[in-house]
């Protein structure tokens, strides 16, 4: 019987604006096949990996994690550091790498994904965080939008808030947090979204974002997000947050597979 390959859990960084996605696809470099490229740049035969979360154009990381099953039997810090060079000068990192059982997986055994959405109100141009957040001219009130975002919390229906191709069986998922952080911002202010639940549906952060947006403006009241939710109709979101703003920026595990190796 054959031995089976080492495994080893990466945790990955990524501006997302140079990629396609996460996914291997056809057209333009997805962030998944610049890592095998890496991975196959050290094994030829390296299979493809695994990731937690399937990040759309433009979304970025700082907490993905993926698997990868390797043919040699390599020391996890040494490995980080072959992919890091080989990734090189694509935006992308292995922040930190670790050995895992040959059974555990990066998307299934996950229990909980984590997303920021930022969001910056002010009339210039954003030059340092362009690609980074998204900017709305206008001010935003960040208590209704707190206010607006309780109607989400729970289990819920979630139609409204996600995409026509989403692929998931069913859109009833459970929000366990959406929590509001308000900070200044040079010339205006900035809005934080920091989002929680087991897993999320295509867009749903996005739209949540673009639909809470709203509401910050004085656009629609607090009490619309609800009548949102429950009319579980496409059609009755807000508009659809462009990616720039989205971040994965973790995802958690029964057991942390890096806690020994950060």
């Known amino acids: ?29 997805s962030a998944q096949q610049t890592l095998e490229e890496a991975l196959r ?6 299979p493809s990996i695994a990731a937690a979360g399937r990040t759309d154009a433009g979304v970025h990381a700082t907490g993905q994690v993926a698997h990868a099953d390797m043919a040699r039997d390599w020391d996890p810090f040494r490995l980080s550091e072959a992919v890091n060079w080989h990734l090189k000068p694509a935006p992308i990192a292995v922040t930190a790498c670790a ?16 997303y920021t959405f930022r969001v910056v109100a002010r009339r210039a141009p954003l030059t340092l965080d362009a690609g980074r957040a ?32 989403c692929q998931a069986k069913s859109p009833v998922k459970s ?19 920091h989002l929680r639940a087991r897993s999320f549906l295509h867009n ?6 673009g639909t809470l947006e709203r509401v910050g403006a004085g656009a629609w009241a607090p ?27 973790g995802v ?11």
Not at 10 to 29: A, K, M, N, V
Request: charged residues 30%; contains cysteine.
């Open 41 to 46: 740049a050290l094994e030829p035969d390296a």
């Open 223 to 249: 009490e619309r997000v609800a009548a949102a939710l429950e009319a579980r109709d496409r059609a009755a979101c807000g508009p659809v947050a462009p990616p720039d703003g989205l971040c994965l920026t």
């Open 252 to 262: 958690t595990y029964p057991e942390d597979p890096f806690s020994g190796s950060r």
């Open 1 to 29: 019987m054959p031995r089976a390959m080492p495994r080893y859990a990466l945790l990955i960084e990524y501006d997302g604006r140079p990629f396609s996605g996460w996914q291997r696809q056809d057209g333009p470099p």
């Open 175 to 193: 929000l366990d947090q959406i929590d509001v952080e308000a900070r200044p911002y040079p010339g205006g202010a900035e809005i934080r979204l």
């Open 134 to 165: 998204w900017r709305v001219p206008g001010p935003l009130d960040a208590d209704a939008i707190q206010a607006g975002a309780a109607h989400l919390l729970g289990r819920h229906d979630f139609t409204t808030f996600r995409a026509s191709i």
């Open 99 to 114: 050995r895992v059982e040959d059974d555990w997986h990066a998307r299934f055994d996950a229990v909980e994904r984590r």
């Open 204 to 209: 749903q952060v996005r739209s949540i974002a």
